[in-house]
């Protein structure tokens, strides 16, 4: 797990997946791991070698038509559950409250308490 209060995972959130992949495949030497999701989508690992450094996916019906294309940064947590409980507090927003991903970690979406939204995540010990 990435230490606490570290930035651990970001994601674009696209329009237009293959065109993103041709472009950091181009730019920055990424490959592609494609992830099957729920509801027949993709997620898609891009790779430095070995090592994954970050994730795609297609963002319609995901989130509004108007927002456009964006990185999404996810913040580690020593406990997702009692970090958003305390932004609340705090004057934050849960935009999608705590949820597990298999083999991957606990989530959640919020928003800070000036309005800019984040992930928070407890990754699940390997």
Avoid at 25 to 46: D, H, I, K, N, Q
Avoid at 71 to 76: E, K
Avoid at 105 to 125: E, K, N, Q, S, Y
């Amino acid at each position: 797990m990435a230490p606490h209060a570290k930035f651990y995972w970001n994601e674009l959130m696209t329009d237009d997946v293959e065109k993103a992949k041709a472009f950091y495949s181009a730019v920055l030497g990424w490959t592609f791991s494609e992830m099957p999701m729920e509801g027949g989508r993709s997620y898609y690992v891009a790779m430095l070698g070995d090592e994954p450094v970050a994730g795609l996916m297609d963002k319609t019906d995901i989130v509004p038509p108007y927002v456009p294309p964006h990185w999404f940064g996810y913040i580690s947590v020593d406990d997702v559950d009692a970090r958003v409980a305390l932004l609340e507090a705090k004057g934050g927003q849960v935009v999608r409250p705590p949820f597990d991903i298999e083999g991957v970690g606990r989530i959640a979406i919020v928003a800070d308490a000036t309005g800019a939204p984040l992930g928070l995540m407890t990754a699940f010990d390997e």
